[in-house]
């Protein structure tokens, strides 16, 4: 199978900084994208990566190591809107079919 | 620009009752579709996905079908509700294969299904 592991739960303080890691199975690697989610709601992009090394969009970077299978999310001076789930997805082969990991839940707490 | 809409938000139905969930995409051709459902603290769990008209791939065997009558249109559908086909479901669209480029999927805003 396509695992994608990432942590279920995390806890930040607001203005903090937060790394949410994800690693996934290497083979038909074809691209990694991070998705945010609040309760209720529907995933929201956040994130493409798909050549080794950092991408930054304001307070959210993410990075990417195609060799080790890796990627993580890094959120800076976390606000209390930041409390969601985010999602880990990886692109496969040919197809534009996204493998999602479980999710992991942040809570910024005051 | 692309739209996608998804109806109905919640829904409430009892144990044994059809469904039908609707999902459409605007300002788009041939986009590939993907119905995704997610239980309570869980990821997503992919269902089936089109890459054309009435063109259906199942993930999962279950008492869910899906239906494709037109391009850009994607129908969610069982004949008798189970309990635990209770959840959140999403539809998804990302352009063709060919115009892949860094599109990730374009989610509805999900409909709440709660079986009783």
């Known amino acids: 199978g396509q695992n994608i592991d990432q942590p279920t739960e995390m806890t930040a303080t607001e203005g903090a900084i937060v790394q949410i890691n994800c690693t996934y199975q290497?083979?038909?690697?074809?691209?990694l994208f991070w998705y945010q989610q609040h309760a209720g709601e529907a995933p929201t992009f956040l994130s493409y990566?798909?050549?080794?090394g950092l991408e930054e969009k304001g307070r959210f970077s993410s990075f990417l190591s195609r060799s080790k299978g890796y990627s993580y999310l890094l959120l800076k001076e976390l606000q209390m809107k930041d409390s969601a789930s985010y999602l880990c997805a990886v692109r496969f082969g040919a197809g534009n079919m996204l493998t999602f990991g479980g999710g992991t839940r942040l809570m910024v707490k005051p | 620009s692309q739209t996608i809409h998804q109806w109905p938000a919640t829904l409430v139905q009892p144990v044994g009752s059809p469904l039908s969930l609707e999902c459409t995409v605007e300002g788009t051709s041939n986009p590939n579709l993907y119905w995704y459902r997610q239980a309570a603290g869980r990821g997503l769990q992919l269902l089936f996905y089109?890459?054309?008209?009435?063109?259906i791939s199942s993930e999962v065997p279950q008492n869910l079908s899906a239906s494709r009558p037109q391009d850009r249109q994607f129908i969610l559908s069982s004949k008798k509700l189970l309990l635990s086909d209770s959840g959140f479901y999403l539809c998804a669209w990302t352009p063709p294969v060919r115009d892949r480029g860094d599109y990730g999927y374009t989610f509805g805003s999900g409909t709440r299904l709660t079986v009783v």
């Open positions: 990566n798909v050549l080794d």
């Open positions: 290497t083979s038909g690697f074809n691209g």
């Open positions: 089109s890459v054309g008209i009435g063109q």
